[in-house]
């Protein structure tokens, strides 16, 4: 006799219901998503980076530019180099008034609703387009950091022997000196051939940024590379390029992605600090760093002046923080040691 | 053991040939005119003066060539002096600072190297220490908190805390003032009578005996010392609660329990030896990131030291001065992670073993 459809179906019935957002996801990355849901740390961190995305996509209304200006310009409010306190009116060029100014603000023209560094930079248009410059630059050295460092480490790992060795000792050199002092020397190096402006400092960060991750596929290839699926893919003769690409690095990237993802807030944050140090974009400028960096002419005074650290500071610390509790929950819910823990 | 140290040592004048590749490659980037730094103090203007001092340095002659008198230096053909040569510690002259770089590295070096000392004391001290409690209470408060503060830490830029720090103690409380020293204590520093052994105030003021001027290069460094190490404060206690819950959790653990030793003696003498391996490691990255903290903490305090060199000679464009630091800093930590490595392996017998 043999066994019917009905019969196989309550045979196998798995123990455990599977959902239709863990069949579409697949297991892996299901059990990522329902770690961060669960967290409440980092549910946190999500809610703040979807409230610093949509600052950066809502820029235009939240802060309108002057018209036919480069919106990256922070507008000013004339040239005198003592700052004014948040709520001083705007006495002159103002910028064109968002259409929810008068039913919040309650003013019919534009106050420094944060305050205006020296120089009579208004903080708040600078916080705000300061949101997309992070994010731009942030996306950038990632995308640009993981290539790079995926390219090398996949390259080293499949060919081995010397070419390995060369990359792996370019990778120890580069290594060899802080990251934020190379980088800074670098985009030293590279302002006056590309102009000032955010690129320097974004192709020395990259430049001194893909090595952890070159490192991290490699080890994974290494791994990979060994196993059946790989060794069968070389025995019936598929070509270098195609195993290496369809077969392997699918089943190595993924912890790369994870920890690249995880360094964004690393490269908001080193970017930020150049600016601060004066070796990022030109003055005025919407940065959170270049913002920050008022406050340094204004030490003794910073009492009376408080609103030049806070309200940058406050963003950029509130960007990492949220960026660190998501990628703390990832790290737990990844790390094969704390499995089945929670 | 004396293979892996071996080969370890052999790896460094490769890292250090590489190191030199990587900034001459960089300053390549600039015109033999910029580049004429390397070996006068002062760029002439005159073109065919200019084009004399090019000439005599070599300037224009193939890439190699340039390497190698860039490590060893050039003979000036009228007068019979050497000039430039890395090796010989000549790093060339800084634009901006109008003097040349040994001179900016012999001058404010110590300064880094006392602050950079005096931030690995509570980092140890303090981040070892709590992981120790967190991991030890793990899951009850005194771990919440440690943990709290930890990503706190993490999160806080190190020139929006050091902002922070000059805001609330200096702007408003004025307890601690920025700076490196008072200007009636320099004067003193800067006398005859004042022996300086080791260029560093704080040891210097304790050997003759000035508690007085002690005290107030203490109230100084207060600030940039917290801001140096709140980071690593944090790194630590993390990589001790991790590693120390691991050890907490082996076998032999439960064996000295079961023996009926004093919880006491099972974490300090049991568990705490092994749960340090890792922070010995951590050292070494340590070691990379103070030295490139002190960049902003420097920059932020005001303080002389090599970092706020750096950074001012980096945003005046002024390249040959960075690189110049950058040289001495990627050597330095070349350096010290080797003696990191060989250490590690005097530490845990698995290392040697490979």
Do not use: C
């Amino acid at each position: 006799m043999t066994a019917t459809d009905s019969e196989l179906d309550t045979q196998y019935t798995p123990v455990r219901k599977i959902g239709w957002l863990e069949r579409m996801l697949g297991i892996e990355l299901y059990r990522m998503v329902r770690g961060l849901v669960t967290n409440p740390l980092s549910i946190i961190g999500m809610l703040l980076l979807v409230f610093f995305l949509f600052v950066a996509l809502a820029a235009p209304l939240l802060a309108p530019p002057r018209p036919g200006g480069d919106p990256y310009q922070i507008p000013r409010d004339g040239y005198s180099s003592v700052p004014k306190p948040p709520g001083s009116e705007w006495s002159s060029r103002q910028p064109p008034l968002p259409f929810w100014w008068k039913a919040i603000v309650g003013t019919d023209h534009w106050i420094h609703l944060m305050g205006a560094a020296s120089g009579q930079w208004d903080i708040y248009y600078g916080v705000v387009w300061g949101t997309r410059t992070a994010l731009r630059v942030g996306v950038t050295i990632t995308l640009v950091t993981a290539a790079v460092g995926i390219t090398l480490g996949s390259i080293s790992a499949y060919y081995g022997g010397a070419v390995d060795m060369i990359i792996m000792r370019i990778v120890d050199i580069f290594l060899a000196f802080p990251n934020l002092l190379a980088a800074m020397t670098l985009s030293a190096v590279l302002t006056p051939k590309l102009g000032k402006g955010i690129y320097p400092a974004m192709i020395a960060l990259a430049a001194f940024g893909w090595m952890g991750y070159a490192r991290l596929i490699r080890s994974d290839i290494l791994s990979v590379r060994e196993r059946e699926y790989v060794l069968a893919a070389r025995v019936i003769g598929v070509r270098d390029a195609r195993i290496l690409l369809r077969h392997i690095l699918p089943n190595a990237i993924f912890p790369t992605l994870v920890v690249a993802s995880m360094r964004f807030g690393d490269y908001v944050l080193s970017f930020a600090a150049l600016s601060f140090l004066g070796i990022g974009a030109e003055v005025g400028y919407a940065d959170w760093g270049q913002l920050l960096s008022f406050a340094r002419a204004w030490i003794t005074n910073l009492g009376a002046y408080w609103f030049i650290v806070i309200f940058p500071g406050l963003a950029l610390v509130l960007f990492v923080l949220s960026w660190n509790l998501v990628g703390d929950a990832l790290r737990d819910i990844l790390d094969p040691r704390l499995r089945g823990s929670r | 053991m004396i293979n892996y140290i071996v080969r370890r040592l052999l790896l460094v004048p490769l890292l250090l040939f590489g190191v030199t590749i990587l900034i001459f490659g960089m300053l390549q980037f600039l015109s033999p005119v910029q580049r004429s730094a390397l070996y006068v103090r002062d760029i002439p203007r005159n073109e065919r003066v200019l084009d004399g001092v090019i000439r005599r340095y070599g300037l224009d002659q193939p890439i190699y060539v340039q390497y190698w008198k860039w490590l060893v230096g050039t003979r000036d053909p009228r007068t019979g002096k050497i000039a430039g040569g890395i090796l010989r510690g000549d790093f060339g002259y800084s634009r901006t600072a109008s003097e040349s770089v040994a001179d900016i590295i012999k001058r404010r070096f110590p300064a880094t190297l006392e602050l950079t000392l005096w931030s690995v004391v509570p980092v140890v001290a303090g981040g070892v220490v709590l992981g120790v409690i967190s991991a030890v209470n793990h899951n009850k408060w005194p771990d919440h908190l440690s943990r709290i503060f930890g990503i706190l830490g993490w999160s806080f830029p190190t020139f929006v805390f050091g902002l922070l720090m000059l805001m609330i103690f200096y702007a408003n409380l004025r307890w601690f003032p920025p700076g490196r020293i008072s200007d009636w204590a320099n004067r003193i520093v800067l006398s005859e009578e004042f022996h300086s052994y080791t260029k560093m105030v704080t040891i210097d003021s304790l050997l003759n005996l000035r508690f007085d001027i002690f005290l107030d290069v203490a109230r100084h460094m207060v600030l940039p010392v917290i801001t140096l190490s709140y980071l690593w404060w944090a790194m630590m206690l993390r990589v001790t609660r991790s590693s120390m819950l691991e050890v907490l959790h082996q076998d032999y653990i439960t064996t000295a329990r079961a023996k009926g030793l004093h919880e006491r003696i099972v974490v300090n003498r049991h568990a705490l030896p092994n749960a340090l391996m890792p922070v010995v490691t951590i050292g070494g990255t340590m070691v990379l990131g103070l030295l490139s903290g002190v960049v902003i903490t420097e920059t932020v305090f005001n303080y002389p030291g090599i970092g706020s060199a750096a950074a001012d000679a980096a945003s005046n464009l002024d390249v040959v001065t960075v690189l110049g630091l950058a040289l001495l800093n990627g050597s330095v930590l070349v350096v010290a992670n080797v003696v990191i490595d060989v250490l590690y392996a005097f530490i845990d017998p698995r290392v040697r073993l490979d």
